[in-house]
């Protein structure tokens, strides 16, 4: 079960429009997860987010996947297993925020103030990140049709990191 804070708003630095970080989204997409591993027969998703992870630096990799859970699952697990912790799911809008680039005048980095990562034989673990954690490569579902597709397209938008979907 998730502790009782896990899906307090934080305030962004960077806003992202027409999205308010609505919590039902957030559970919806936190229960499809636990659903699909379960139908995997891999363990639950363990909420660690009351401990702060500290010590990410420029040189950590961070690929973040923004949105569905399920879509790209395989890709988790798989990046889990090779490059434990370093892929972070990241389920709504405020658990990232965009701030300036201290590298690509115009462009923009995305910080993780919150995640899911992934680690060796399908674990999971719900975290915060203090500071936050900067991604070095972005992609989710990022077709306009999708639900979540508004919100993922704003977040990775101009970019300073390599960006897929």
């Known amino acids: 079960a998730l502790c009782p804070g896990w899906l307090e708003d934080e305030a962004p630095d960077g806003e992202v429009p027409g999205d308010s ?13 636990q ?5 995997e027969g891999l363990p639950p998703t363990l909420d660690c987010s009351a401990e702060p992870r ?4 420029p040189l950590d990799m961070t690929v973040c996947i923004l949105g569905s859970p ?12 090779r490059c434990p912790g370093a892929m972070v799911l990241c389920l709504s809008p405020t ?3 965009r701030v300036p680039s201290q590298t690509s005048p115009g462009a923009w980095s995305l910080l993780l103030s919150r995640g899911i990562s992934f680690k060796a034989g399908g674990h999971s673990a719900l975290e ?3 500071p936050h954690r ?5 992609t989710g579902t990022l077709a306009p049709r999708d639900p979540e597709g508004g919100w993922v397209g704003e977040l990775a938008r ?6 897929g979907g």
């Open 21 to 33: 970080g609505d919590p039902e989204c957030t559970t919806h997409a936190y229960e499809r997860l």
């Open 70 to 81: 399920t879509a790209f699952l395989p890709v988790l697990l798989e990046g889990g297993t």
């Open 95 to 97: 658990w990232a925020s």
């Open 54 to 57: 500290t010590g990410f630096g």
């Open 134 to 138: 900067r991604a070095n490569y972005v």
């Open 35 to 39: 659903s699909a591993l379960s139908q």
């Open 128 to 130: 915060t990140f203090v």
């Open 158 to 163: 101009d970019l300073d990191c390599p960006t």
